[in-house]
C-alpha cells in the first residue's frame, strides 16, 4: 500500500501544480475586474509604486525583507529548534515501523504552546484560540496514511496514527479540542506514560 502511494504522489503534485496556476490566472482576471469597477484605481496605484523615487523604494524594499527574513526565521528556524516539554510530530520514515527508528519531520505540528488544558482521566485537550481554525491542517495531517509520534522532553515516547483502526492510539482534532485513543489490549497503554505526565504537569497543562 505505501508504494501505490509513493507512486500516486507525483501525480498529485502534477495536479496541485496545475491547480496553483489556474487560481493565479483567476485572481489575476479578477484583480482586472475589480480595477475596472474601481476606475482603474488599482493601476493608478501601480504606477504611482513605479514612479516612486529610487530611496522610498529601498526602503519599501528592506521593510518588507526584514518582515520575511523575521517570519520564516521565526517558522523555520526557531520553533524547529524549540526545546518542547510535549510535542506530536509528523512521522517522515517509518524507520521499519518502529519508535526507534522513525524519522520525524523538524516542526511539531501540536505542542504545549497551543493547549490550553489537558484530561489525563481521558486523555482529551482543549486547544487555545490562536490554533482554533486548525481544522483544515488537521485534517490534511495523516493523508498519506502516515503516523505522529508523541515526544516529552525531547524523547520518543510513543507511536500513533491519524484514524481509527489502525494503529492502537490515534488522534483525532477539530477546531476546539484534540483526543488521543487507544484501542488495544488493557494494560499496555502508552499514553498514560510518567514522562508525558510530566512533561504535560511542568508546562502547567493538568
Known amino acids: 500500500m505505501e508504494l501505490l502511494f509513493q507512486a500516486v504522489y507525483p501525480v498529485i503534485y502534477v495536479i496541485e501544480l496545475i491547480a496553483l496556476i489556474l487560481i493565479l490566472y483567476i485572481l489575476y482576471r479578477v484583480v482586472r475586474k475589480i480595477d475596472y469597477m474601481l476606475n ?9 509604486w513605479r514612479n516612486m523615487s529610487k530611496t522610498k523604494k529601498r526602503i519599501s524594499y528592506l521593510l ?22 510535549f510535542a506530536l510530530y509528523e512521522v517522515k520514515d517509518m524507520g521499519g ?14 505542542t504545549e504552546d497551543d493547549i490550553k488544558s489537558y ?12 490554533i482554533r481554525n486548525y481544522t ?10 502516515r503516523a505522529f509520534v508523541l515526544v516529552a522532553n525531547g524523547e520518543k515516547i510513543y507511536m500513533g ?15 476546539k479540542s484534540g483526543s488521543l485513543f487507544y484501542t488495544g489490549t488493557p494494560g499496555y497503554d ?6 508525558v505526565y510530566n512533561a504535560l504537569k511542568a508546562s502547567g497543562k493538568l
Not at 167 to 174: E, F, G, K, Q
Open 97 to 110: 515501523n518502529s519508535l526507534e527508528g522513525s524519522t520525524l519531520y523538524k516542526k511539531p505540528f501540536l
Open 161 to 175: 496514527g491519524f484514524y481509527k483502526g489502525g494503529p492502537n492510539i490515534y488522534l483525532s482534532l477539530d477546531n
Open 190 to 195: 502508552k499514553r498514560a506514560d510518567d514522562r
Open 136 to 145: 483544515k491542517e488537521a485534517k490534511g495531517l495523516g493523508k498519506n496514511y
Open 64 to 85: 518588507i525583507l526584514i518582515f520575511l527574513v523575521g517570519y520564516f526565521g521565526y517558522d523555520m528556524i526557531y520553533l524547529p529548534n524549540k526545546n518542547y516539554k
Open 119 to 130: 484530561n489525563w482521566s481521558n486523555h482529551t485537550f482543549e486547544l487555545k484560540n490562536h
Open 40 to 48: 482603474g484605481k488599482i493601476k493608478k496605484i501601480f504606477n504611482s
